[in-house]
């Protein structure tokens, strides 16, 4: 059973900074894709990030340059580093996990980021 515990996020004012991080646990799989997503109140859920076990990553247009997200393979952990946060930010960030043998998507519960102006 794969299980993903989500950390990080909070208050923070514009043009501030928040790490996020999502650990994931188990056994008797491999994680292959690992990304984030959010919602914000009114709207639906939207990719913010992902990168897969070759490492390519993925953006969305409004985070590049601003958010990186990274991986320790080891720890079966994925980080988003999140930088020059603007209020259009504030929403719950969720941790999507896929796997393989046996194939699996796996969300987390969110974690709510607000930044406030």
């Known amino acids: 059973q794969v299980q993903l515990v989500e950390s990080g996020g909070g208050l923070v004012q514009a043009g501030g900074s928040l790490r996020l991080s999502c650990a994931v646990s188990g056994s008797a799989f491999t994680v292959t894709t690992m990304g984030w997503y959010r919602q914000a109140p009114g709207k639906q859920r939207e990719l913010v990030a992902t990168t897969t076990s070759g490492s390519n990553t993925v953006y969305a247009d409004s985070v590049k340059g601003r958010f990186t997200i990274s991986r320790d393979n080891g720890k079966n952990t994925v980080y988003l580093q999140m930088n020059s946060l603007k209020p259009d930010d504030t929403a719950v960030y969720y941790c999507?996990?896929?796997?393989?043998?046996?194939?699996?998507?796996?969300w987390g519960r969110g974690t709510q980021v607000t930044v406030s102006s």
């Open positions: 999507r996990i896929t796997t393989m043998g046996p194939f699996s998507v796996n």
